[in-house]
């Protein structure tokens, strides 16, 4: 049996279906250059077209037909070569429409396989925000602002091409940079798009993460039931009304926490969550309102904290909220945990007060979408110091 | 009865009544204290609905009996109505049925003991009233229970047996009743109606339990699954077909205790088998013709009997496969077609050599015949001929796996 080369692409629904699979594609062509047979293809349980939900596409090379079956042989593989992560929010974890809890970004990673990771940050935060795993693996940062799009629209900005310069220099039996560049060139025509993958080839470097770093936190999981546990007639009991909270401090309780899915948790498709200013809150319930998801919890004194563990980070509550700056979305990856705001505040608002003006100013940039006109050109100049330094 | 000429007052409760197949159906929803009916006109099934109709108009039935705009509403309503706990019927014919096939699909998926009268009538086109009965077979692999009646008193019988099984917990599987067009559903013959108090110590309250839609006991019905449910709950209902053949039969045998009546084997008739050399089968009202030809035929001394299958879903194979390995060949005879299926045979032909194949006795041969499509008569004649052919099977010589019986050639 020959040589079996299998990488993942790990995206948000929507935002980067198209960049998946030209990623996916293109390594394919960029391998069938070298006349290695593969396939590309998206996990087809995920749920794609819906906004950021963690999502997967495959591509599956081999030296001969023969092992290219073996690997087609399965779902989807079992293990990776290659983990392309096109969102450093999503190195958190993943938990898709297509499974049943929180699965670790690097899960499928071989020992010494590498993890992509296109983001503005270093290594360390995200290496933070991955769960721990027991053998050790690479991590290389593509510098790139998140390449968000949308259904109908594609941001062209060379995160594609980039990344298949990177993995030419990670895996050099899969493909050379010369096929890459020669797939490159037949599938889009567009010589600057050559010297992108060559630029990112060049400076790519990559750290190895040791069983030691990372989240210790053991990931959510949940064992799917058998045939005669089940209940019949494709029933399900509805999740209890919900209950009164409890003041951290005082014990009173009052308000009202909605009961939610506990196997179903999809905060791994947040990419921003709201930061929530407790004291310029009016109380005006827009927020509780018109969120899609009711992830507001109703505090004993009337305030609204937004619950981590169902947030999706839509960003509605933000377009409502008739007070400036009451809830800010801020970027996903400033944060290492799901903790209740409220608590905190409750705690010590003037400590608070700190963390919610640092979180705001600092990383106040939204994940996806654009507010007003021209804030696509604003990224530009930033967009062009990646492309020449990488 | 207000619908139907009361003939004769027997000792006790019970009565007797002048009425059709699509009447005595009616007769047992009334008897059965339906709560929900739905209806939509296609001939033969809105025989039935007109007689439940004027039950209800003339108040000897209390229901919510509703005229939807179409099949698929008309089942659709149905079927929220029985998730809701109310004891359902509804029905049609030939396209009407086929018009509803997205909720008939569904019916059994979500466990609804729906009961459902198909008056059998061909397929369009070319548009025809006349029976046929691959309306009713289409959805044999659905987890639908099916059952052919041959008379208007096994149809009343076998309404009445029908709830007690789709609603029994262990069940909650929707069951069709298939009555020829013309032959069962406009002929009528004198029928015994059983007493409201026989009916009800047999039939016990639908009780939807766990299931049950209602403000009280919040459920969600029906979610979005994928790959990592649908297998189960599929499984769930195989389980549940699976244990229909043994509800079945307790049901049968709970019948005779009450009403006095024995239906013997419930899941096919056997008639004149015992010293028989050959039989033939079939399904519905056929069976009349073929009786009579069978007797003509034993006074010229020819061994032959019959197999009516009356529980097409769930088959039991097994006990049919033990009674047929006693004969020496096999004529089935379809009143139905499978465009391209094995040998083109008919459904129920197919069938029965499926189950013969796997059966643990010997396996004669099993012609197929294709007869009485579009409601054409099935005469003695040509019951004589299929005969012909079967005993010539029995004798080892080689007969056509199918063949077209009563076709101008």
Known sequence: MGRLFAIEIIYRGIFQKTLARNISRAIVLAAHKEGKPGISFGRYGDSPERNGIPAKSFAIVATDDVTLEEGMAKYEPKDVDITICVDDTLAKGVESWAWYGLQPVNKLLKPGGTLIVTSRLEADPIIAMCHRKETPYEMAILKAIPSFSGLWVY??????????????????DLFSLK??????????????????AARAYEKLTTVTVKPTQGNP?????????????????????????????????THATGGYKPDRNPTFKKFSTRTMRPVVDFDTCIKCTLC????????FDVTPEGLYDANMEACCGCGVCEAVCPVPNCVTMVNESSFHDNASQWVAWRKDKTNYKGWVQEKIKGHGERSHGFRYLGQYEEQVPEMLDIATKG | MAIATVVEQQKGTEETALITGSEAIAVACKLADVDVITAYPIRPYDTVMQYICKL??????DCEYIVAEGEHSQFEIVKHASAAGARVFCGSSGVGWMYAMEALTVTPALRIPMIAMVGNRALDDPGAFGVEHNDALAVRDLGWQLVWVDNAQE??????????????????????ISCDGA?????????????????????????????????????????????????????????????????IKEAYAEFEKIFGRSYGNPFFEEYMTSDADIVLMGMGTLSTPVKVAIRKMRDEGKKVGFVRMRWFRPFAAEDLAKCLSRFKAVGVIDRDYSMGSPYNSGVLATEVRTALYCGSGAKPPVLGFIAGLGGREVTVPDV??????????????????????????
């Not at chain 1, 096929?179 to 992108?196: F, L």
Request: glycine content about 6%; proline content about 7%; overall charge negative.
């Open chain 1, 155 to 172: 941001k062209d900005d060379h995160t594609d091409v980039r990344i298949l310069g990177a993995i030419a220099k990670i895996l050099p």
């Open chain 1, 179 to 196: 096929s890459v560049q020669a797939a490159i060139t037949d599938e889009w025509h567009d010589a600057v798009k050559v010297t992108s």
């Open chain 1, 217 to 249: 936190e053991v990931p959510f999981k949940f064992d799917l039931p058998k045939w005669h546990e089940m209940g019949e007639g494709i029933v399900i009991p509805s999740i209890p009304a919900g209950h009164k909270m409890e003041d951290p401090g």
């Open chain 1, 288 to 295: 509780w309102l018109q969120c899609p998801d009711s992830c």
């Open chain 2, 56 to 61: 209800v108009a003339n108040g000897e039935m």
């Open chain 2, 155 to 176: 149809a009343l019988d076998t309404a009445l047996i029908a709830y007690r099984v789709a609603e029994d917990r262990r069940i909650f599987l929707p069951c069709a």
């Open chain 2, 183 to 247: 032959f069962l559903t406009h002929s009528q013959a004198v029928v015994k109606i059983p007493s409201q108090e026989q009916v009800n110590k047999f039939l016990p309250r639908y009780n939807r339990g766990d299931l049950l839609l209602h403000p009280d006991n919040p459920i969600t019905v029906a979610p979005q699954g994928n790959e990592d449910w649908v297998m189960e709950i599929r499984r769930q209902n195989y389980a549940a077909i699976e244990r229909s053949y043994g509800v």
């Open chain 2, 384 to 409: 004589e001929k299929i005969t012909a052919s079967v005993q010539q099977a029995a004798q080892g010589k080689t007969q056509p796996l199918t063949q077209w019986i009563g076709l101008r050639e």
